[in-house]
């Protein structure tokens, strides 16, 4: 297996952009708080937003910490992405009973969204788990489908919502 030093450059970048990102969620909401507040499932869509950007920040933390044995990383890595996973679905179904009636095609591409940014890291804990260095390669479409997870519901709560 490859040495975890060789990831630490990417494990660092992730983890600094997603900090920077999740300020940026802040920032957005306490502009318009008063306006996510009003309108139902946005206070979900800012949570996950952040879960989003905080559970590449975790897993890249966690992924740093020096002579980490490869079983203890792995659960690590589930836990945040499971925890993460449960969080954003219960987000999402409080969301679609907030506005019954309403088209599912409000739902489906954001809950598609935040399954492409979790189950990646879902199933990189589990191979690592198992052994296969293979899971760290895992990591890289989490940490991508989190950003741009993230990065479409801050669009909403900074852009979309002033329509």
Known sequence: MPPLSEWQTLLAVQAGAAATLTGLVFVA???NLGRIMAAPG?????GESI?????VFFVAMVALIPRQPLNLL???ILAISIGSWVFQVICQIRFKR???GHPWGWLIPRAIMSQFATVPFCIAGVLLLLGSPDGLYWLVPGFTFSF???VISAWVLLVEILR
Do not use: D, T, Y
């Open 42 to 46: 946005l206070p979900g869509r800012a």
């Open 51 to 55: 879960v989003q950007f905080l559970q």
């Open 29 to 31: 909401v306490s502009i």
């Open 74 to 76: 792995a659960s690590e």
């Open 148 to 150: 741009i997870a993230g």
């Open 98 to 100: 907030s506005l019954p």
